[in-house]
């Protein structure tokens, strides 16, 4: 197939392509050359539009070091009307799937076109429903909170205090500045190349990583196992958070659900049995790691392997046992099965 070509107005230069699809470097500097024009126009089925949504994304994913599915990355340039700065995000599921809450990567674009920044970012929808008039002071207060936690070495990525150049106060812009935690920035015309590019992306993740790690904020994902306890508990704290953040992942869930089904597989309850259509397809997804081999927050993890399906009660009681990690060893301990005595 013949390569498509992307000719960069700022630069000058041609930049190939394969499949249609350009380097990321190019689709960067394409939405710079091209959204001040696209502005003016429809909205709805704007090339420009399903580029950002679609392809862009696509390349940003493409750069990503990491096991599948560890990552959602989404573009946006607004929601019926163009949006004064469209954004790409990278989500970790663990933590966050949209840019409504929590915290994430994110290619931000200034208003005027000049230049683009990948920075570590916070949700301003999140903040301003939680702190109203004040929220522009508490996500500058968060942000420092974070690269507190964060350390002292944040490498490429030293620019703390970002311009996007807000048309009005008002903007989320204007809130985009206030909750960007550190940031690195390309000039339009001076993109830098892909490998450079990727660099970043994969420096951006280790700083994400360790942010995760250290569980610093409360992520809007229902907190409904904050309760759960263990006797023997957890080898640390963070790795206890850790582990309920992903039993909360909801796209994980889904695939947990498909390969195991929805009946308790300590117990036999099936919700559906007992409770008609209420209860169909209701089962919690329960992670049999061991905490040791979370170490790292990146890992790679098998829905039929590493998960068992369990009942809510059995949820809870796996949590509060000694074998956390074990469901046979669970269920010849505790669980008792029907017509049987117990001790």
Not at 67 to 90: E, H, L, M, N, Y
Not at 149 to 160: E, Y
Not at 278 to 288: D, M, P, S, W
Request: include cysteine; hydrophobic fraction near 40%.
């Amino acid at each position: 197939m013949a390569d498509d070509r992307i000719a960069t107005k700022a630069t000058g230069t041609t930049l190939s392509t394969a499949n249609g699809y350009s380097s990321l470097a190019a689709g960067l500097q394409r939405v710079m050359d091209e959204y001040a024009d696209a502005v003016r126009r429809g909205f709805a089925g704007h090339p420009l539009a399903n580029f950002i949504r679609n392809d862009l994304k696509r390349l940003v994913l493409s750069q990503l070091d990491a096991p599948k599915d560890s990552f959602v990355v989404k573009g946006s340039c607004g929601q019926g009307t163009w949006a004064r700065g469209p954004w790409v995000g990278i989500f970790d599921p663990i933590i966050t799937t949209s840019a409504q809450s929590g915290y994430y990567g994110c290619f931000l674009f200034r208003e005027d076109m000049k230049g683009v920044y990948l920075t570590l970012t916070q949700a301003v929808t999140e903040a301003k429903l939680a702190y109203r008039a004040d929220a522009r002071t508490a996500l500058k207060a968060r942000a420092a909170h974070f690269r507190a936690m964060l350390g002292s070495d944040f490498g490429r990525f030293s620019v703390t205090d970002i311009d996007l150049a807000p048309s009005s106060r008002n903007n989320d812009t204007s809130f985009y500045e206030a909750g960007t935690i550190c940031a690195t920035f390309y000039s339009s015309g001076s993109i830098p190349d892909n490998t450079t590019i990727a660099a970043d992306l994969r420096a951006l993740l280790v700083l994400y990583e360790r942010l995760a790690s250290s569980d610093v904020v409360v992520t809007a994902v229902p907190d409904e196992y904050q309760s759960l306890t263990s006797e023997t508990e957890f080898e640390d704290a963070s790795r206890r958070r850790l582990h309920e953040r992903i039993e909360r992942n909801q796209r994980l869930v889904n695939r947990v659900k498909e390969a195991h089904g929805s009946t308790c597989e300590a117990c036999g309850l099936n919700f559906k049995e007992f409770y008609g259509e209420l209860g169909e397809g209701y089962i919690e997804a329960h992670h049999l790691r061991p905490m040791s081999t979370l170490a790292k927050a990146r890992v790679e993890m098998d829905p039929m392997r590493d998960f068992a399906v369990l009942c809510a009660n059995c949820h809870r009681m796996i949590h509060r046992s000694e074998h956390i990690s074990d469901l046979n060893m669970f269920k010849a301990a505790h669980v008792f099965q029907k017509g049987q005595k117990k001790p």
